[in-house]
């Protein structure tokens, strides 16, 4: 692998868009990369410095300006000037090396201060299990003491409710329907009925009420344990069906929950989906190795799914529409196993799972339909 170090410079840096321009330079330099690439990847160091420097800013001002926490945020700042500093010289300069150099001990400079303010968060006191929640908790107990305005926590309160309000919409229009998903649906209602009550106080200055904040505490924590239930039964891989010709949801008994039909187990127990996670987690090389054959079952199989919805007696343009959708999916994955890109196929794993469910839940829909011959709820 390229680094800088190999290159005759300092050592990389936490921030990935630099290393990639950094190592993109290097690879111009020795004539292997156009300079339209390099300067792609420049502008996308820029985009992130930009956002580090505009989230960082925007957040200091929530903390307590006190202690050890404004020691170092008053140092995080210092260096994240400088470090944006060394990024407008880069731009101006001929990115030579010693330039590039010093832009990246800035850099580490700035991230060593982020790596202190962390140590410092890590060792507050956790006020609930969501960190949204614990978040707007903190900043009410600053409000209490005067040292945070009414307005910036109702700012912090209108983003903690957006967030949640987004998360339940999200959940709303999933095609999986699930008991659970209805219960954290409900526990979001009866939070978001409590974030509410806190904005009228803070909109006029006033004390705010102990009560909304015990309902967040327990809300959060009840959340949590539903969510990992939930997080269970959406990791539960699809699997194809010879009964159905489909991708069925499968029993702990091996057998088709639409069908009955026993299915075939893998010897390592692992479907597509959390194969591909585990190589991009741990990076083993026999994941690889075994994910272009497992991409390529799944692709047969859903053209042959295809071919059987386009058989069907009436027409299934939602069901067709949804199997070219996961075909889409796994094409963008067997384009990341090649180079063994695990960021980029950890990117589009999410929307490979969420379509690979939709396909399903349609597949159940339209079975239902034809076993009763009216239209499945």
């Given at each position: 692998m390229i680094s800088l170090p190999h290159l005759g410079g300092t050592s990389l840096t936490p921030l990935a868009s630099f290393n990639a321009f950094a190592l993109s330079l290097a690879a111009y330099r020795h004539g292997e990369l156009e300079e339209e690439l390099l300067a792609r990847d420049f502008a996308s160091f820029q985009t992130e410095m930009s956002q580090i420097s505009t989230v960082f800013r925007s957040e200091v001002r929530f903390q307590e300006l006190q202690g050890p926490w404004l020691d170092w945020i008053e140092s995080a700042l210092e260096r994240l000037e400088c470090a944006e500093d060394q990024a407008y010289l880069l731009s101006e300069a001929d990115w030579g090396q010693a330039r590039v150099e010093t832009a990246a001990r800035a850099l580490n400079e700035l991230f060593e201060a982020f790596a202190e303010l962390r140590k410092l968060e890590e060792a507050r006191p956790r006020l609930a299990a969501s960190p949204y929640i614990h978040e707007l908790l903190r900043c009410l107990e600053l409000y209490d003491r005067g040292m945070l305005s009414a307005a910036l926590v109702h700012e912090r309160l209108a983003g903690v409710t957006h967030h949640f309000q987004s998360l339940a919409e999200q959940?709303?229009?999933?095609?999986?329907?699930l008991p659970a998903v209805e219960q954290l649906l409900d526990l979001l209602e009866i939070q978001e009925e409590a974030l509410q009550s806190l904005a009228d106080p803070l909109l006029n200055g006033l004390a705010v009420p102990q009560q909304p904040r015990k309902i967040l505490q327990d809300c959060a924590a009840q959340a949590l344990i539903i969510h990992t239930e939930v997080q269970a039964?959406?990791?539960t891989p699809a699997s194809w069906c010879d009964g159905c010709l489909g991708l069925v949801r499968v029993t702990r008994e091996g057998r088709c929950q639409e069908c009955g039909h026993g299915l075939l187990r893998r010897e390592e127990g692992l479907g597509l989906l959390d194969l591909a996670q585990r190589a991009c987690l741990e990076n083993r090389p026999e994941d690889w190795e075994a994910l272009p054959s497992l991409t390529q079952q799944a692709q047969t199989q859903a053209s042959e799914l295809l071919k059987k919805a386009r058989a069907l007696p009436e027409s299934q343009p939602e069901l067709e529409e949804a199997i070219q959708q996961m075909q889409e999916a796994l094409g963008q994955v067997r384009d990341c196993l090649?180079?063994?890109?695990?960021p980029a196929l950890e990117r589009f794993l999410p929307a490979l799972r969420e379509r690979l469910e939709r396909a399903?839940?349609?597949q159940?829909?339209?079975?239902?339909?034809a076993r009763t011959g009216r239209p499945s709820a």
């Amino acid at each position: 692998m390229i680094s800088l170090p190999h290159l005759g410079g300092t050592s990389l840096t936490p921030l990935a868009s630099f290393n990639a321009f950094a190592l993109s330079l290097a690879a111009y330099r020795h004539g292997e990369l156009e300079e339209e690439l390099l300067a792609r990847d420049f502008a996308s160091f820029q985009t992130e410095m930009s956002q580090i420097s505009t989230v960082f800013r925007s957040e200091v001002r929530f903390q307590e300006l006190q202690g050890p926490w404004l020691d170092w945020i008053e140092s995080a700042l210092e260096r994240l000037e400088c470090a944006e500093d060394q990024a407008y010289l880069l731009s101006e300069a001929d990115w030579g090396q010693a330039r590039v150099e010093t832009a990246a001990r800035a850099l580490n400079e700035l991230f060593e201060a982020f790596a202190e303010l962390r140590k410092l968060e890590e060792a507050r006191p956790r006020l609930a299990a969501s960190p949204y929640i614990h978040e707007l908790l903190r900043c009410l107990e600053l409000y209490d003491r005067g040292m945070l305005s009414a307005a910036l926590v109702h700012e912090r309160l209108a983003g903690v409710t957006h967030h949640f309000q987004s998360l339940a919409e999200q959940m709303r229009q999933s095609p999986v329907r699930l008991p659970a998903v209805e219960q954290l649906l409900d526990l979001l209602e009866i939070q978001e009925e409590a974030l509410q009550s806190l904005a009228d106080p803070l909109l006029n200055g006033l004390a705010v009420p102990q009560q909304p904040r015990k309902i967040l505490q327990d809300c959060a924590a009840q959340a949590l344990i539903i969510h990992t239930e939930v997080q269970a039964l959406a990791g539960t891989p699809a699997s194809w069906c010879d009964g159905c010709l489909g991708l069925v949801r499968v029993t702990r008994e091996g057998r088709c929950q639409e069908c009955g039909h026993g299915l075939l187990r893998r010897e390592e127990g692992l479907g597509l989906l959390d194969l591909a996670q585990r190589a991009c987690l741990e990076n083993r090389p026999e994941d690889w190795e075994a994910l272009p054959s497992l991409t390529q079952q799944a692709q047969t199989q859903a053209s042959e799914l295809l071919k059987k919805a386009r058989a069907l007696p009436e027409s299934q343009p939602e069901l067709e529409e949804a199997i070219q959708q996961m075909q889409e999916a796994l094409g963008q994955v067997r384009d990341c196993l090649a180079s063994r890109d695990g960021p980029a196929l950890e990117r589009f794993l999410p929307a490979l799972r969420e379509r690979l469910e939709r396909a399903a839940e349609l597949q159940r829909k339209v079975l239902d339909e034809a076993r009763t011959g009216r239209p499945s709820a």
